[in-house]
């Protein structure tokens, strides 16, 4: 069942809030629309019997039916991400995508006060009514920092200069 979406700009901790998400109970897919079109979303999250939802950094730019399931914003002040994606030799985020993020009519949360037991509580019983918070879970991995690899990087950059830019298959 489609259960959540949470949307993001790049370098905001999506992946981290992806990794917390999946954990045998519920499934969050991370960046999606690299590689399905949202309808294929939607009808594999149908096909679980676990909540399923979504972490994204592009899928919100397009206009595409979205299911009525509890909806955030990950927020995380522009300069940063515009100052990470730099430091990885990314371009900078262009003026229209920030106004769209900001423009999202959505309840908003940080990183930081995810990495916060009694903010991830509080977002985990909005998202996933009926699953038991795991404090010793996310504790652990509170302490990780999750960043991609070089390759990883290197994909991404020839795969925007291909498309020009931030891009969704949807």
């Known amino acids: ?14 992946t981290w809030v992806a990794n917390w998400l999946t954990d045998g109970r519920s499934l969050c897919w991370h960046d999606p629309c690299e590689w399905a079109y949202p309808e294929d979303i939607e009808r ?14 592009g899928s919100w730019v ?17 300069g940063e991400v515009q100052d990470s994606l730099q430091r990885l030799g990314l371009p ?9 993020f900001a423009a999202l009519p959505y309840p908003r949360v940080t990183l930081e006060r995810l990495l916060d037991p009694e903010g991830a509580s509080e977002l985990y019983r909005t998202i996933l009514p009926g699953l038991q918070f795991d404090k010793l879970r996310h504790g ?7 960043q991609p690899s070089v390759a990883e990087i290197d994909r991404v950059k020839a795969a925007m200069v291909h498309t ?3 891009q969704c298959l949807g």
Do not use: Q, Y
């Open 92 to 100: 900078r985020l262009p003026e229209r995508l920030l106004e769209a």
């Open 164 to 166: 020009g830019g931030f």
């Open 44 to 57: 594999w999250a149908a096909g679980f019997t676990m909540p399923a939802g979504i972490c994204c950094t």
């Open 62 to 78: 397009h206009d595409w039916p979205l299911p009525a399931v509890p909806t955030f914003a990950l927020e995380r002040p522009v």
């Open 140 to 146: 652990w991995l509170a302490k990780m920092n999750v």
């Open 1 to 14: 069942m489609f259960a959540f979406r949470i949307f993001a700009l790049p370098r905001s901790g999506s």
